[in-house]
């Protein structure tokens, strides 16, 4: 059941009848709403040039509503989803990004000051629930175990950023900050994400390694499954640093992940 059947259901609840017209087709096939039909629960009646369906058994049809869509509420998180639908997923809702944070600058929290060093330093990460995050030097970070060291790669001159779960543009929004590094994959997921990126802020730089060709040849491996599709954002970039990475990816049919780290 999803939001269609919802309102389908909740007019037939409200109004004890719908047109056949007024009845989505995905409704109208559907297994349950044939189930009502068969079972005399809706039953279909001539109605000028077409036909209707009428709630003939009103205690029966309550029953149902009730089995499948729990509680009648405006859904705004996951938890309103169960309760509504019986199912998280079935309605997309916006909840609030939770990024993690590294680094040995002091950043601003939602408008607060925060000493970031010092949770660095005695828990390794700082992670929050945040609607606004502002520091002078960001770098987004794709994997979690690259973020846990990204200083020893990068300096400490930055604010390190690992997201839980995709980043999409409503999460880049929380962002404030004058310069942007992205450290990701050098496959074409990373490039779209970098791509993504670069849509909302014009100013985002690809990190790539100076040593990227040798590291390449050590520690690349074959390209298949879904980090072979490259997209049409990725095809048409004029970027320098997309088109190498592109065009080695192209060349070899080969990738390198950002763990190269680990062989240093």
């Known amino acids: 059941m999803n939001q269609t059947d919802f309102r389908t259901y909740k007019k037939l609840k409200d109004d004890a009848f719908l047109t056949e017209k007024a009845v ?49 509420i405006e859904v705004k998180d ?3 989803n169960v309760r509504k639908f019986r199912n998280s997923k079935i309605q997309k809702t916006v909840s609030t990004p939770i990024f993690m944070l590294r680094g040995y600058d002091t950043v601003w929290i939602n408008g607060q000051e925060l000493n970031l060093e010092d949770y660095t330093k005695k828990f390794q990460l700082f992670a929050c629930n945040a609607e606004k995050i502002e520091a002078e030097r960001i770098c987004i970070v794709e994997n979690l175990d690259t973020f846990l060291v990204a200083e020893k790669l990068l300096g400490k001159n930055y ?53 990227y060709d040798e590291l390449f040849g050590m520690y690349s491996q074959s390209l298949k499954g879904n980090k072979a599709e490259m997209t049409n954002r990725i095809k048409q970039s004029s970027d320098v640093n997309v088109v ?21």
């Open 244 to 264: 190498k990475i592109r065009e080695s990816i192209i060349r070899n049919n080969r990738f390198l992940e950002q763990q190269y780290w680990k062989y240093d």
């Open 24 to 72: 989505p087709k995905t409704v109208l096939s559907s297994p349950h709403f044939q189930g009502l039909v068969f079972s005399l629960i809706l039953e279909k009646t001539k109605s000028g040039r077409g036909f209707r369906y009428e709630v003939s058994k009103v205690t029966e049809f309550e029953n149902f509503f009730k089995t499948h869509f729990p509680e009648d």
């Open 78 to 80: 996951k938890s309103d």
């Open 159 to 211: 604010v390190f950023l690992h997201k839980y779960g995709r980043i999409g543009k409503e999460s880049l929004s929380s962002l404030y900050t004058n310069h942007l590094l992205v450290f990701v994959d050098y496959d074409f997921n990373g490039l779209e994400e970098f791509l993504r990126i670069r849509e909302v802020f014009e100013f985002a730089q690809l990190h790539i390694p100076e040593n």
